[in-house]
């Protein structure tokens, strides 16, 4: 049982360059999240999740894109990158409480991947 | 808005020294205060939930405790081991997860 796993762990791109972070979960988690992580801003949610095909903005969601194909996988896009997007991702998984909307269930976390944009 | 903040931003500790870390927070309708860990280069580690005012939890050396305004996370006799930052964070009726900077803890042998 590997939990959540985050691929790649680090990428350094260019301005302008375009990437996809993979986010996976073996939990049959039915919601999903992608943050970001700044020093001294804490964890800011991008986008989530609650099932397959489904997903939603969260508190900083531009320049991003996402895409929920599979219950185990969540993509998260950058289709133009730019210094500001310099950031440490974490991806999240969790079971909904049943409410059919975010869900207040733990949130179980990937190790990451640290994104430099020059 | 619901808002969490936690206090101090670092602590240092000696080897057995207990002592508290502080998340105050504002919140519409609290559905669960949420405490974890994170070490360097790793993501957040989760610890604990506490639904209601009174609530406490225990693990090891820590152990979490809830007011209608705050939430403490006490650590007994704490080891370098526990030297970490710890997240708070708050879901209410937004039902959207919102965390706190995090106090980052350092234990001395």
């Known amino acids: 049982n590997a939990g959540v796993t985050q691929t790649p762990k680090f990428r350094v791109l260019k301005t302008g360059q375009s990437m996809t972070l993979l986010c996976a979960q073996d939990?049959?988690?039915?919601?999903m999240y992608w943050y970001r992580q700044d020093p001294g801003m804490g964890l800011r949610l991008i986008h989530y999740?609650?099932?397959?095909?489904?997903?939603a903005k969260g508190e900083v969601p531009d320049g991003y894109n996402v895409s929920r194909l599979k219950k185990q996988n969540f993509l998260l896009g950058l289709e133009s990158a730019a210094p500001s997007q310099t950031s440490v991702y974490f991806c999240?998984?969790?079971?909904?409480?049943?409410?059919?909307?975010?869900?207040?269930?733990?949130?179980?976390f990937g190790p990451g991947t640290r994104l430099t944009v020059l | 808005e619901d808002q969490v903040t936690q206090s101090p931003e670092a602590l240092r500790l000696q080897e057995g020294e207990s002592s508290s870390l502080n998340c105050s927070y504002t919140?519409?309708?609290?559905?669960?205060l949420f405490w974890y860990r994170q070490d360097p280069g790793k993501g957040p580690e989760f610890l604990f939930t506490?639904?209601?005012a009174g609530e406490e939890k225990e693990k090891e050396r820590l152990k979490a405790t809830l007011t209608k305004k705050e939430s403490f996370l006490h650590i007994t006799a704490p080891k370098p081991e526990d030297s970490a930052t710890y997240l708070c964070?708050?879901?209410?009726?937004?039902?959207?997860?919102?965390f706190g900077k995090g106090t980052k803890l350092t234990v001395n042998p």
């Open positions: 999240a998984s969790s079971y909904p409480r049943g409410s059919g909307r975010m869900g207040t269930d733990t949130q179980y």
């Open positions: 939990m049959n988690h039915e919601y």
């Open positions: 999740s609650v099932g397959e095909g489904t997903t």
């Open positions: 919140v519409s309708g609290l559905r669960g």
């Open positions: 506490l639904y209601s």
């Open positions: 964070a708050v879901q209410g009726g937004s039902e959207k997860l919102v």
